[in-house]
């Protein structure tokens, strides 16, 4: 059985805070304690298998002599829905039979800042796809007069189990249209994102260089290429915004692109993989997706061609701006639409494997309809890739 260690995004080393916040004296004047996570306390790990995942917990100071650090795990759900409410998530509370703390304690040893590793078992038996796993841990005491800033006690342990779908493959002339979109009132908004799961096979080889992705050309579309950059760019286009990638794109790669336009704020943003690629101004306010410019709304193709030669497997369009965070958390699957439909404004979602085969899974009626030879994949495509 594979270990698998929590990968840290960063090491949250709490020394530069101001003394007032500082509850140490004597030996460990100054010396604070934390768990080992990222800015916003998550220890983050992918699981393929169930297995065990590691943590450390850090001090502000090197310590002079052992110190014992101890902790417990949390089953209060109002710890967990106050995190959440703070980042923007929607993780659910670990299962309490899907893991076991082989220790409560973490030893710093003297000279050293970082604790030994500490273990947890983790089941991901009856894991639902698309659902984000959290167990809140806190900081109890320690065998010092170390302690923690007050508030920052916490750390939560994020599992994410990974996605296993179906794709659609789009042979160059295959898409998806969505003639239920057309001049529908819920598509003409000031504030949207909208955001595909997506492997080209290709780039467009003659003018105007574009491989479709998803959108209205002439108002609201993600695009591979144009005239403007080169066909392995990401582009959006439309009336009044336009922006184009700075990465450039592999072939036989996938990747997860959004865009989050706010036309109240005047704001656009291109993310990669849930990062933030670019931004620029936008030049109006409205953003109506259903509206028709030689074709409808569509997913590998605009204006009756620029079609995709490429696999798609999850797109979205939402009525408000997603953040970062739920970007790169929702990038494979989202658990329950019709819920993210009533509350989050989630408008349309596209599910583009065999089972579904562009169906809207929010219950809003945007259906999807193929064209051409779309044909689809064994459901052995993880995610994240």
């Not at 990968?7 to 007032?20: F, N, T, V, Y």
């Not at 973490?106 to 894991?127: C, E, Q, R």
């Not at 184009?244 to 993310?271: E, M, N, P, R």
Request: net charge negative.
């Amino acid at each position: 059985m594979k270990k698998i260690f929590i990968a840290l995004s960063a090491i949250a080393l709490l020394a530069s805070c101001q003394k007032s916040v500082l509850y140490t004296q004597g030996l460990y004047d100054n010396g604070i304690v934390a768990f080992k996570s990222n800015a916003s306390g998550e220890l983050s790990a992918f699981l393929e298998e169930s297995g065990p995942v590691t943590f450390m917990l850090t001090s502000s100071v090197k310590v002079d002599e052992d110190v014992t650090v101890n902790f417990e795990p949390s089953r209060d759900q109002a710890v967990l829905d106050a995190f959440n409410k703070s980042q923007g998530t929607s993780y659910e509370l670990l299962p309490e039979e899907n893991y076991k703390l082989l220790e409560k304690s973490a030893l710093i040893k003297a000279g050293s800042a970082v604790s030994d590793p500490v273990t947890m078992n983790v089941s991901i038996d009856g894991f639902k796809n698309g659902v984000i796993y959290c167990l809140p841990l806190k900081i109890t005491g320690t065998s010092s007069s170390m302690t923690t800033i007050p508030g920052q006690e916490y750390a939560y342990v994020v599992i994410r189990g990974y996605v296993y779908a179906s794709a659609a493959n789009l042979p160059g002339g295959s898409y998806f249209e969505m003639p239920t979109t057309v001049n529908d009132p819920r598509l003409q908004l000031e504030v949207c994102t909208m955001e595909i799961r997506v492997k080209a096979n290709s780039w467009a080889g003659s003018n105007p260089y574009i491989s479709s992705l998803i959108g209205v050309e002439e108002n609201f579309l993600l695009r591979f290429g144009d005239i403007s950059c080169d066909p392995n760019q990401l582009q959006l286009a439309g009336q009044g915004v336009s922006i184009t990638s700075k990465a450039h794109f592999d072939t036989g790669k996938w990747y997860h692109v959004a865009v989050v336009a706010d036309g109240i704020k005047q704001t656009c943003d291109l993310y990669i993989n849930g990062e933030l690629d670019s931004s620029t101004p936008m030049g109006g306010k409205g953003i109506n997706l259903g509206k028709v410019y030689n074709s409808k709304f569509a997913i590998g193709m605009s204006e009756s061609g620029r079609y995709l030669n490429g696999q798609v497997s999850e797109a979205r369009v939402w009525g408000r701006k997603l953040s970062a965070t739920e970007l790169m958390n929702n990038q494979c699957a989202i658990a329950d639409p019709v819920k993210e439909a009533k509350e989050n404004k989630l408008l349309g979602y596209w599910k583009l494997d065999a089972d579904n085969r562009g169906k809207d899974l929010t219950g809003n009626g945007f259906e999807g309809y193929t064209h051409g030879s779309v044909s689809y994949t064994e459901a052995n495509i993880r995610c994240p890739e």
